[in-house]
């Protein structure tokens, strides 16, 4: 467990999720709004942070109110992909919310989006956002091909939904912002992503 106190740290520890590394070792990811996303070294089996761990910011907005959290980390091909909610949530069809995402070599960072620029400066690219009767996208997770998010249905009032989207990926093996064909309103459907930035190191 990872506590925040207000006052006394400069992150949110919410939104929590674990990725163990190729080297076997466990990080979770958290946060947050505050200082940003935070990375911290797990330890198994007790799952418990490692002997003198500290969290390490590895994606940040500019400027208050540092509008980013629902961090989650993927491993696809030769790349860690951290994906991220951004803007303001749960407030109906008003909502900003949407999904970017960085990739970087290493699970510890630094994180880039398509053009370079780190996501510890505002960085990444852009996966979904508003489009039509899907309002403010994001709280998303991955698995085994699917994103999975929240968003708002501007036909339903602007009632809460769920919904789950394929992932396509590139010849380069990652993410950006290719739309969506459709809004998810029921079942499944392919959301085509794509990515040309660099992991600098």
Not at 146 to 162: E, K, M, N, R, V
Not at 179 to 189: H, K
Request: a negative charge; one cysteine or more.
């Amino acid at each position: 467990m990872w506590r925040s106190t207000v006052g006394e740290d400069n992150y949110n520890a919410i939104d929590a999720g674990v990725l163990t590394d190729d080297a076997g070792t466990p990080w979770m990811s958290f946060g947050s709004f505050w200082g940003g996303i935070q990375l911290v070294e797990l330890q198994w089996p007790s799952g418990k942070p490692a002997d003198g761990a500290e969290p390490t910011t590895i994606a940040s907005r500019i400027g208050s109110p540092n509008a980013i959290e629902a961090p989650y980390l993927v491993r696809h091909g030769d790349w860690y992909y951290l994906f991220v909610s951004r803007d303001s949530c749960c407030q109906g069809t008003d909502s900003t919310y949407n999904i970017a995402v960085g990739r970087s070599a290493t699970i510890t960072g630094p994180y880039v989006g398509q053009d370079g620029a780190e996501l510890t400066a505002d960085g990444a690219t852009p996966v979904l956002s508003t489009l039509g009767d899907m309002v403010g996208p994001g709280g998303q997770s991955y698995s085994r091909g699917y994103l999975a998010f929240h968003y708002y249905d501007a036909t339903l009032g602007g009632d809460f939904q769920l919904a789950i989207r394929q992932v396509a990926w590139d010849e380069q093996g990652g993410p950006s912002s290719a739309p969506p064909r459709s809004r998810p309103s029921s079942g499944t459907s392919r959301a085509e992503v794509a990515h040309s930035g660099r992991s600098r190191t």
